[in-house]
Nanobody
Framework: QVQLVESGGGLVQAGGSLRLSCAASGRTLSSYTMAWFRQAPGKEREFVALIGWGGTRTKYADSVKGRFTISRDNAKNTVYLQIDSLKPEDTAVYYC????????????????WGQGTQVTVSS
């Protein structure tokens, strides 16, 4: 059974940083594209960033370019999201997900999801 477990969320002031982690079990992540999505209260879950199985192919939502960095350590079966220069509008539950697609920007294209980790940014 595949499990993705996110961690690293918390309460941080605007301008601060966080590093989110997504650890996998039951699936070797090195064969899959991995992504982070987020969902703010009352809003749809939105794509944030993805990383290809080799770690060199990345894509970001325009709203986070230059502030968020996605990376992976296949030896540890873990994906990371470094979040810098946090803004109050980054407040959301952050989810990691995996897909067999080369490029996947929509929620329906991902087959496994973690339970999410809350990020709250105070102004």
């Amino acid at each position: 059974q595949v499990q993705l477990v996110e961690s690293g969320g918390g309460l941080v002031q605007a301008g601060g940083s966080l590093r989110l982690s997504c650890a996998a079990s039951g699936r070797t992540l090195s064969s899959y594209t991995m992504a982070w999505f987020r969902q703010a209260p009352g809003k749809e879950r939105e794509f944030v960033a993805l990383i290809g199985w080799g770690g060199t192919r990345t894509k970001y939502a325009d709203s986070v370019k230059g502030r968020f960095t996605i990376s992976r350590d296949n030896a540890k079966n873990t994906v990371y999201l470094q979040i810098d220069s946090l803004k109050p509008e980054d407040t959301a539950v952050y989810y990691c997900a995996s897909t067999q697609y080369y490029i996947a920007l929509t929620r329906s294209e991902y087959d496994y999801w973690g339970q999410g980790t809350q990020v709250t940014v105070s102004s």
